[in-house]
């Protein structure tokens, strides 16, 4: 404008005159004229006359000066009037200009102005120089883009803009347009995307400049720029748009009628996206390149960030959808027959790490239930691309464990429809899909052996007609030119279910498969006995199967100690794999150790057992004798090193290219390459061959935690593998903290346990971490910690782990084994177990910063966690000052590059006051509990204890009473209930115990206290619990009685959840329950087994619970028919005790003694047997208490014991003094003394029994039966012909006085008879042992005695058939080993004893009189009631209408018993 203005000359001047410069024209003009007020608007008026006559509208929009934000100057230059001027466009110049313009040419001024806006858009568009494509503005294209678009705004304000027009003349200037500037009008609001779209005549034109412009803005997006946050914006704005516009929620995809076009295109834009990137993506992409940068950059729109502001609708979902059938059906040209042999190729591992991650971001919008049943729908009906199906179906169990029975549930439905039907598809598609879920490993699918054996070894499918059978047969043959040879071995090995008169249609398979395989040059005969049939790996030669097999069978009988089921099978059912193979490789010859090995101790247990040819024995000794004498020689010994070096030596190298590229910042984009070298040589390093390093992975890990043991190959690759990680973590740490490294060390550890590297990796880690760990530096331990985090992130891939002792006896995920490689027993256990703690936490806190705690979670072990909190609380005092939510600590987390100068104290407490840290204990199951806390504590041994005693008994009291007593349940604590923190320290303390003498680390029987002596510490605690919550406020008063002590309510609990069988195991386990119970039982206020004494009048004391455990529990380890003295005493301490907070003591002892004779009368019994070391002490404690005599209960033991004193030492025939209390009392005193008498006296006190009254003497006849059980079962008894003798001369009495005695022998529970009190008097092995006493007395009965009770008959079978059962199912085995040894002489074995029962009964049921078989007739009802020569007198003295059934009775009795 300046240069017109230049040009222009006056008004007036002639044209023939010559013009002059400014200079002149202003000559003569330096004093400026003064104007009024209608001078300087005529001036104003004529200076817009003249701009507006030489205005260029186009150059006008672009006119820009200065920063971005500054007006034109145009603008301002019209504005100056000042404030009066107005400002509004239509006066402006702009809108004259316009105004003017579109009166010249005939047009709307809307028109005109949407031409001009979008001409200067297309200008600024097209001034870049850069080669095409482009998509993006330059800086100097975004200064003065703002300019046009606030004039478009302010024309658009006033009216004088068409929206619909400059759509129009947008896309006549389409292939200049930018799409940031179709965004810039978007986001602006100038006019939408939707606008654009709809206004376009051409829709498929629309679409392809469209999704042409986002692929080429993929492209450029991910190239390191500026303005990458707006090429993002950019794309996340396009993505909502389209899939709002293009999937809205009420408009079926499958819908015939004609979308709308903006439907249309922003579908069709997604469509070809998708589809540009899977062709990318098939065509094989180079790592970096432009398009797989923008496939990346494509695929990352689906993360869900990007639909955060739309995720309410049902348009994403709908999208995804959408999305997943387009891969499942994009270019379907591979057929069934490409898919069964290539589908090995399309598992996860081999899925392209995009297409991969694409399906886990799709995973994480659709449910499993949703994928499953879209996966069902797009195979029903339509063709699909098998790869991509595949590849999808492995990802799908492989991201989303709920999957699987999903996918079982549907593979299901699909045999059910193909065998209805006879349907190739639904048969092939079960096939397909089984067969890929199951290659990806037994931890996501069951293995393809199992699924057909289950599937097709029953008729579940096959077996409704021979047409299903046919089917299934004609498809198996149909398959075989196609099949791996792992898929034959599996159909021969479990095949189908076939009825007999169809086995030719299952022998023409086999002999078709067997021909295949035979192609091949398989064998199934050489298959190894632990190979995995179903892998996907190449078949392994018989040698090196044969090899593996015979480490699998060694570690296996170590472990056991037995050989395997599967040596022992196949040495009867695979014979010639097993001597062709499996024998030569156990055989192999070499030096015999001094010391048996596993190896040696399994091939004599193979030789002991016949499995090992004699021949082959001995030239394998013979082979180890010369290898011993020439191993001193070793000729070839230094080439074979070099041979087995140079391996090695390779694989160096390779690490150490590694860590170069790792080291510079430049050859980050190398890395993959380096670790596929790693891996390709790590396999010869191992001395693998291909096939080997392809072998299937084993289902679980076998480890020895007390003695780790590595081959000399393995521990040289696995040190050098362990130490180039700890080096290549140093080095990538000095450019980059974790999370920005890669995943290099994932890679890195997914090749360790790819090559089978696994087991040796743990048994390494288990040698340093538990056996070497003083000796470990800071970068050891740096470097073991970051791997055991990166083994954690794979722990889902990774078999289990059978650590052995002193671990769990189940198997332990790969996060859990460090748990037990790390103790916390001893100063130097802790401070190891504390910088591995700080390093895994820091490392996988940085690591995994971006990504949700659950990562954190399934990387680390909760316990490693738990430990790390116990171990600063417990070292550091300052950690528990710090209050819970303190605010994240200043410091780095991950600090590796400052090694030598490591404070591990400093970094422990540094991630301890981390907010990140605090969050992560947030989570359930990471805080340290008060449980968790009792049993680290517990494995402290305080001898070695850095901390003081005084420091030890503060940190306890602390963290009992200051952290978990108050803390609430969901954080670990006891919500402020002191009954909840003393039954957690019990329960706790026996669990310890418990483990400790299973560990073997204790040998005290007496609850093996002994070994750690940290037991007595918290065991101290536990007193001063209960002794705090009997001085707690008293249980309310009032009629209802206080409820029982909280510990007999744990005890309970602990004995339900063992087993009730009686066989020695179990019997032994309950015992070892109860011995800790007594201990705690001991330790605590003897009032806790007898409570507190009730407000009001005196009453009996609630010993309910007490009474229970001894007649249910420690009655059946009571001897001599008595409890041990340490209880009893303890419960009479507590007794009085109790009762010297009642107001009448004497009457509450009473009561409460005599509703233990009712209720519990083994306890005094008990106090009989230990009366005169009781009697002091509790004389000594009832005067404290009362200054009268004892309780009358109390006395009346005194007096039983006086009684049995007088009446086996009064001489002569005197009458026996009066029973001072109840009959089976004064019995008990009487055969305590009986005992007690020496064999010389012991006739002359029997002398004295015809004295005794009658029910006495029952009682008495009872405890001497269990005498004599007792002698025949306790080891080393003395006493038993004594024993004998006495229950001979009482039965001998009651006999002769003619009282019934045959009841002893058939006590029950009911009513209120003698089985009410003898049977809580007895343990039950006794009780059951009673058959054994009623026929050891055969010589004592009385010849009429069938004659004269009536019941004697029936009583005499009963016994006898319960004898052969004791005997059968071994009950008598203790009498019979002592019976053996000769300790019962002159009283037989139990064999001899049931061969004279049984000729009694054959003499005796002769004998009987008819009345006395009427009982009889209900026992030989029983099954198997006894043997045929007894039934057969039995049944020939029965009437002849009886139940012929009870005539077919089985034989008891083999030949070999009868003839006994």
């Known amino acids: 404008m300046s240069a017109s203005g230049a040009r222009g000359a006056f008004p007036g001047s002639g044209s023939g005159r010559c013009k002059r410069a400014w200079t002149e024209l202003l000559a003569g003009r330096v004093k400026r004229q003064k104007l009024g007020p209608d001078g300087e608007q005529k001036v104003r008026e004529s200076a817009v006359r003249l701009l507006r006559s030489h205005l260029n509208l186009s150059d006008l929009f672009l006119e820009v000066e200065g920063p971005q934000f500054e007006e034109p100057r145009l603008r301002r230059w019209i504005d100056w009037g000042g404030p009066e001027a107005d400002t509004h466009l239509s006066s402006s110049l702009v809108g004259s200009a316009l105004r003017d313009q579109a009166s010249r040419l005939g047009v709307p001024v809307a028109v005109l102005s949407s031409q001009v806006v979008a001409s200067a858009l297309a200008r600024i568009c097209a001034s870049d120089a850069r080669p095409s494509p482009r998509v993006l503005l330059t800086p100097e294209q975004r200064k003065k883009l703002p300019s046009v678009l606030g004039t478009a705004r302010d024309l658009t304000a006033h009216g004088m803009f068409s929206r619909r027009c400059f759509c129009g003349e947008v896309w006549k200037v389409q292939n200049s347009l930018l799409l940031e500037a179709v965004w810039h009008l978007h986001v602006q609001n100038i006019v939408s995307l939707q606008e654009l779209l709809e206004s376009h005549a051409d829709v498929q034109a629309a679409g392809t400049w469209l999704s042409g412009s986002l692929y080429h803005l993929c492209e450029q997006m991910e190239a390191s720029s500026p303005h990458t946050d707006v090429a993002r914006a950019m794309l996340t704005d396009f993505v909502q748009m389209f899939v709002l516009r293009g999937f809205p929620k009420n408009v079926d995809p499958r819908s015939t009628v004609e979308p709308e076009p903006v439907t249309q295109i922003a579908a069709d834009v997604l469509q070809r996206m998708l589809a540009s990137a899977l062709e990318a993506l098939a065509a094989g992409l180079q790592e970096e390149s432009a398009a797989y940068k923008a496939v990346r950059c494509w695929f990352g729109t689906f993360s869900r960030h990007t639909y955060q502001s739309i995720i309410s609708t049902e348009s994403p979902k709908r999208f995804f959808c959408h999305t997943l059938t387009q891969i499942l059906t994009h270019k379907p040209v591979l057929k069934v027959s490409d898919a069964l042999q290539m589908q090995r190729e399309w598992c996860f591992a081999r899925t392209h790490p995009l297409l991969s991650g694409l399906y886990r971001k799709l995973f994480v919008v659709l449910s499993p239930e949703e994928l499953v049943a879209r996966l069902q729908e797009v195979l029903e009906t339509q063709e699909v691309n098998w790869q991509h199906v595949l590849s999808c179906v492995s990802a799908l169990v492989i991201c989303l464990p709920d999957a699987q029975p999903l996918v079982n549930g549907w593979v299901a439905r699909l045999l059910a429809r193909a065998f209805e039907s006879c349907d190739l598809d639904s048969m092939v598609s079960a096939f397909l899909v089984v067969r890929q879920a199951a290659q990806e490993g037994p931890a996501a699918f069951p293995p393809y052996a199992d699924w057909f054996q289950a599937s097709f070894g029953s008729a579940r499918y096959h077996g409704c007609s021979k047409k299903a059978l046919v089917f299934l047969f004609k498809f198996l043959s149909d398959l075989v030119p196609f099949e791996a040879p792992q898929y034959l071995k599996v159909h021969m090995l479990h095949p189908p279910l076939v009825p007999s008169k169809h086995r030719t249609l299952l022998s023409d398979y086999v002999a078709l498969a067997r021909t295949r395989l035979a192609d091949l040059k ?254 470990l530096s800071a970068s050891h331990v740096l470097g073991l910690a970051a791997l055991a985090v990166h083994l954690g992130e794979a722990a889902s891939t990774l078999p289990a782990v059978c650590a052995g002792p002193p671990g769990p006896a189940r198997p332990l995920p790969v996060p859990e084994l460090f748990d037990c490689l790390l103790p916390c027993g001893t100063p130097e256990a802790w401070a190891l177990c504390l910088r591995f703690c700080t390093a895994a936490i820091s490392y996988s806190v940085c690591k995994f910063s971006s990504q949700s705690r659950g990562v954190l979670r399934r990387c680390l072990s909760p316990g490693l966690i738990k430990k790390f909190q116990f171990l600063v609380l417990r070292l550091f005092p300052e950690a528990r000052d710090a209050p819970a939510g303190a605010e994240d600590a200043a410091g780095p987390g991950w600090q590796p590059r400052f090694l030598p100068s490591v404070d591990w104290q400093r970094a422990a407490l540094c991630l301890w006051e981390q907010g990140a840290f605090r969050e992560l204990l947030e989570q359930d199951g990471l805080r340290l509990t008060y449980r968790d806390w009792l049993l680290l504590e517990l494995e ?14 503060a940190f306890q009291q602390w963290a009992i009473h200051e952290r978990f007593l108050p803390a609430p349940a969901s954080a670990g604590g006891c919500a402020g209930d002191l009954e909840a923190a003393c039954t957690v320290l019990a329960d706790v303390l026996m669990d310890f115990w418990q483990r400790s003498q299973s560990d073997g680390h204790l040998h005290n029987s007496h609850l093996a206290a002994g070994g750690y002596t940290g037991n007595r510490d918290i065991f101290s605690r536990l007193q001063e619990l209960a002794g705090d919550l009997q001085q707690g406020p008293e249980a309310p008063l009032g009629p209802s009685p206080p409820r029982g002590h909280f510990l007999f309510g744990l005890f309970r609990r602990r004995l339900q959840a063992l087993a009730r069988e009686q066989d020695v195991a179990t019997r032994l386990q309950r015992q070892q329950e109860l011995l800790m119970f007594r201990r705690v039982l001991l330790g605590l206020p003897p009032t806790v087994l007898v409570g507190s004494p009730q407000a009001g009048p005196p009453a009996a004391l609630n010993c309910e619970d007490f009474f229970h455990l001894v007649n249910t529990e420690l009655r059946d380890f009571s001897q001599d028919g008595a409890l041990s003295h340490d209880i009893t005493v303890h419960f009479f301490r507590g007794l009085l005790a109790a009762c010297s907070r009642s107001s009448d003591p004497s009457q509450a002892a009473d009561l409460t003694l005599t509703a233990c004779g009712a209720q519990c009368p083994l306890l005094l019994t008990s106090a009989l047997l230990w009366w005169p070391r009781l009697e002091p002490e509790l004389r000594r404690r009832w005067t404290r208490c009362s200054r009268g005599p004892l309780p009358s209960e109390l006395q009346r033991l005194q007096e039983a014991r006086h009684f049995a004193k007088s009446v086996l030492g009064v001489l002569g025939p005197l009458e026996a003094p009066p029973a001072p209390g109840p009959a089976w009392l004064c019995a008990a005193a009487l055969h305590l003394e009986l005992r007690q008498a020496g064999k010389a006296g012991l006739r002359s006190e029997l002398a004295r029994l015809p004295c005794l009254g009658d029910e006495l003497l029952l009682f008495l006849f009872f405890f001497s039966l269990m005498g004599l059980l007792a002698s025949h079962v306790t080891p080393h008894a003395a006493g038993s012909p004594e024993a004998l003798a006495v229950c001979a001369e009482i039965l001998g009495c009651l006999q002769r006085r003619g009282v019934s005695w045959l009841p002893l022998f058939q006590l ?21 042992l009673l058959p054994v006493a009623f026929y050891s007395l055969l010589s004592s009965f009385e010849e009429d005695a069938p004659l004269q009770q009536e019941a004697f008959l029936h009583v005499a079978v009963d016994m006898y058939l319960q004898l052969v059962r004791l005997f059968v199912d071994g009950g008598t085995s203790a009498v019979s080993t002592r019976a053996h040894s000769g300790e019962l002489r002159g009283q037989g074995d139990p064999v001899s004893l049931i061969t004279k029962a049984r000729l009694f009964l054959l003499q005796l049921i002769p004998r009987c009189p008819a009345r006395s078989l009427a009982r009889v007739t209900e026992l030989l009802a029983a099954p198997g009631a006894c043997d045929p020569e007894v039934r057969a007198a039995l049944l020939r003295r029965q009437p002849a209408g009886l139940d012929p059934d009870l005539r077919q009775a089985p034989c008891l009795f083999g030949p070999d018993l009868h003839g006994v």
């Open 940 to 953: 402290i041994q305080p001898e070695v204890d850095a901390l003081s005693d005084t420091e030890r008994w």
């Open 522 to 775: 398989v064998s199934v005969e050489t298959m190894g006995l632990y190979e995995d049939v179903s892998a996907a790996g190449d078949m392994a030669e018989p040698h090196s199967q044969a090899s593996r097999d015979v480490e699998k069978a060694v570690s296996v009988f170590q472990h056991t100690g037995k050989v395997p089921v599967a040596v022992m099978e196949a040495s009867v059912f695979r014979r010639p794999y097993y001597l062709s193979h499996f024998l030569p490789a156990l055989l192999t010859p070499r030096v015999l150790p001094t010391v048996e090995d596993a190896r040696a101790a399994l091939i004599e247990a193979l030789r002991r057992a016949d499995k090992i040819p004699p021949s082959l024995y001995s030239a394998y000794r013979q082979a180890c004798s010369t290898a011993g004498e020439k191993q001193p020689e070793a000729p070839g010994s230094e080439a074979e090193q070099s041979c087995a070096e140079e391996p090695l030596d390779l694989l160096t190298a390779a690490l150490g290219e590694l860590r170069a590229s790792l080291s510079d910042p430049t050859q980050q984009d190398v890395l993959s390459a380096r670790m596929a070298v790693v891996s390709d040589r790590l396999g010869p390093a191992l001395g693998l061959s291909k096939d080997d390093e392809d072998g299937s992975s084993v289902a679980t890990v076998e480890l020895s935690v007390r003695t780790p043991e590595l081959p000399p190959q393995e521990l040289k690759v696995v040190d050098l593998l362990l130490t180039a990680f700890s080096q290549n973590l140093l080095a990538a740490s000095c450019l980059a903290p974790p999370d920005r490294q890669g995943p290099w060390a994932a890679h890195l550890v997914r090749t360790l346990c790819g090559h089978g590297l696994l087991p040796a990796v743990l048994t390494r880690l288990c040698q340093l971490l538990r056996h070497q760990g003083p000796s």
């Open 1308 to 1328: 029950t529970e009911a009513g209120a008879g003698l089985g009410h009190t003898l049977l809580r008097l007895a343990p039950d092995h006794l009780l059951r």
